[in-house]
């Protein structure tokens, strides 16, 4: 699967944006999907992930509440709704997918967030 992240940009704190992810490929509804962040010096870490039936996800701590991660099958996307957004959400982001609970092995470009104080 090959997958094309998008939705990025600057924004002030507290604003919001939603980034998305399409998919090429017939079998999308049969991955788990997640996100991905690096800020800049730090190292990739997991953000949100949502399962291929859209039924369970689950986030790291510092953006529950704030974010929401959600797919369409149909449209062969999944997405990252950000609100209340803080300077420390600063990172290029990253969609992937994996498949029947394996690593991540599928990766997007990236889309690079900023957020001013």
């Known amino acids: 699967v090959q997958l094309q992240a998008s939705g990025g940009g600057l924004v002030q704190a507290g604003g919001s944006l939603r980034l998305s992810c399409a998919a090429s490929g017939r079998t999308f509804s049969s991955y788990d999907m997640g996100w991905f962040r690096q800020a800049p010096g730090k190292e990739r870490v997991f953000v949100a992930a949502?399962?291929?039936?859209?039924?369970?996800?689950i986030y790291l701590d510092s953006v529950k509440g704030r974010f929401t991660i959600y797919r369409d099958n149909a449209k062969n996307t999944v997405y990252l709704r950000m609100n209340s957004l803080k300077p420390e959400d600063t990172a290029v982001y990253y969609c992937?997918?994996?498949?029947?609970?394996?690593?991540?092995?599928?990766w997007g470009q990236g889309t690079l967030v900023t957020v001013s104080s």
């Open positions: 949502v399962s291929w039936s859209g039924i369970s996800t």
């Open positions: 992937a997918a994996r498949r029947g609970g394996a690593q991540y092995n599928y």
